[in-house]
């Protein structure tokens, strides 16, 4: 994943290029101070993309194995708050954040969606929250925003069962605003941002702030719910044991 | 309608087995048993499908008439309180509940899907919510979910003017997660619903938990609005009136 | 757009006749004025319609640019009263409004559509709300009812990016219940009116009333935060430059 500002003077200037496809705490802090930066320059709004094929493809069962095989306790509270500032830093950034998915986008890379503002995707991409198989509660704020837009019973097929969704299918529900072809992804993308940019900051931030602030306590609370409940299972031996069997099983898939 | 419950070593146990085609407060009672008894056992979640071809038919207006006409006053509170219980049951049950729906869902039976988690629907499948030519005002929660789910316009027309949905409709607005051909429903279904048994029982009910409780006192307000209302419209004359009407139309339609 | 009032006998009388094509001050309290009568009767619900080809095209910036320019202290604070009084007759209108759309809706025409309950629409119709391009942040509670309806993302791309909406993607999206023939759409419209105005009056008002009071005090709330916005966005300078700039845009374009 990609962090870019979009400046006044309506160029493109690239902030951060780390790769969010596979997130770590490390990476995580890193956009967090990355959307820190991009708060207080003068640009108007901020694109998330992805250099190559992946937008993101959430926490690394092998790296959450690494970590809580040494210190269950303190490395569950570790990550847990790293997901926590992670997502807060979504839902209080103030400019609008369009987002342009070329590829998969899974776990936290598709539970922020909803955190964002214009959400644009690649015929390629797809989308999906393995987190029940991955022994692991939603996250990202998506056990809000996931019924909240796609309705209960696909949110739920999403979160219980690793339902994949299309581009297509993320489209018509509403999770995606738009779905353009691979070839000429970037330049539809690019095109929209500039008219996008053109409009008055203030005007921009203060609508973003109509259509957000009421939800902000509520995104708020259920993100502390969130990452209380995911400490709570990586700090048990079922967890552990959870994420070994899907490795496992993974492995012998292969 | 059937209620099984999946247990633990991938089984599944028939729970009960009588018809919710034509609920009746009995009926009713006996399912809001079978789901503390579901509750209770060491099943991981909730199957509920129907034998035949109908899903559930709603409140039985003849039902209706026989026993209002005998003690309005007693009789309407009655059954507006077996009402409520009913959907207190599935706004309190705590495991995910999965509805295969094979054939029409009407009234009752279409109003509480949103109160389940995982919906699934056979090509034959429709869905239609009468009320107002019913002279009865929305139940089940759908005053509330209906429009969270559906648009308030999709919403109102299936409450003011009985618009019926089809399978395909259901699922492209978000009422109903998937459909499936009615040939192969079962064990698409039953596939499924496997795997989803083989996640953590606690990984399951916590994911729940996220997803639903911070909608459950806005359930229980609206339930409880509801069914007043109900219990008001089956104490009046009129209510009487409209119902015998509504029986002599569709008399003489025949 | 026209207001009529659909009366107990099943015959409609035409209320008010004014154009909202091109809503003013005056125009909005004439409609306020329309809907308390209309509250008054003894109608069963209440049918938004238009003469011509367009339902209506929002506020005209060319008004707003020459009241502005007299005394834009008292000026903002003068329309943005009547929009907030406007809307507010429409969140507190009891009974059902239906809303038949034969050509575009644009601006506050669009906005309110979630504010009213059944709405049709003609493939004829469009949906556009360019607030953001005419420096203008969302009203008609449209930035909560907005995301609700379409999901956040298109919600969005609407506000921010002045996205178009065809009928039919109004309907799949929820916004629009169901898209009719142009050549047939008064007499489909027409038909189901009839149909829903044999319901029970307390009926359709107490089904209402399940469906809204709910929402009725955050969109009050919503309402006065965005009436508030658009008032310091009038009352700034940049503000009716960015009218003038996209009026020239306009008559360039031409």
Aim: proline share 4%.
């Amino acid at each position: 994943m990609k962090i870019w500002t979009y400046d006044k003077c309506v160029s493109v200037s690239e902030l951060v290029s780390y790769e969010l496809k596979r997130p770590s705490p490390l990476i995580m802090k890193e956009v967090c101070r990355a959307l820190g930066n991009a708060a207080a320059d003068d640009s108007k709004l901020l694109l998330l993309s992805s250099v190559g094929t992946v937008f993101c493809s959430g926490l690394e069962p092998s790296y959450l194995i690494g970590r809580l095989s040494t210190d269950r306790r303190k490395e569950s509270s570790r990550i847990a708050e790293a997901v926590r500032d992670f997502v807060l830093a979504f839902i209080h950034f103030k400019k609008p954040i369009v987002v342009a998915i070329n590829g998969p986008a899974l776990g936290l890379g598709a539970s922020i969606l909803p955190l964002c503002d214009v959400v644009w995707a690649s015929e390629r991409a797809w989308f999906q929250t393995p987190c029940a198989a991955l022994h692991l509660t939603p996250s990202g704020c998506s056990s809000y925003t996931f019924p909240q837009i796609l309705g209960v019973a696909l949110a739920n097929e999403m979160l219980f069962c690793g339902r994949k969704l299309t581009a297509q299918e993320a489209c018509s529900r509403g999770l995606v605003s738009q779905v353009f072809w691979p070839t000429t992804f970037n330049q539809e993308v690019m095109l929209r941002v500039k008219e996008m940019a053109s409009c008055n900051a203030v005007v921009l931030e203060e609508s973003k702030c109509l259509v957000r602030s009421i939800l902000i306590p509520v995104l708020e609370e259920v993100n502390e719910k969130e990452c209380q409940m995911l400490k709570q299972l990586w700090c048990s031996t079922k967890g552990l044991e959870a994420l070994f069997s899907y490795m496992h099983s993974k492995t012998t898939e292969k």
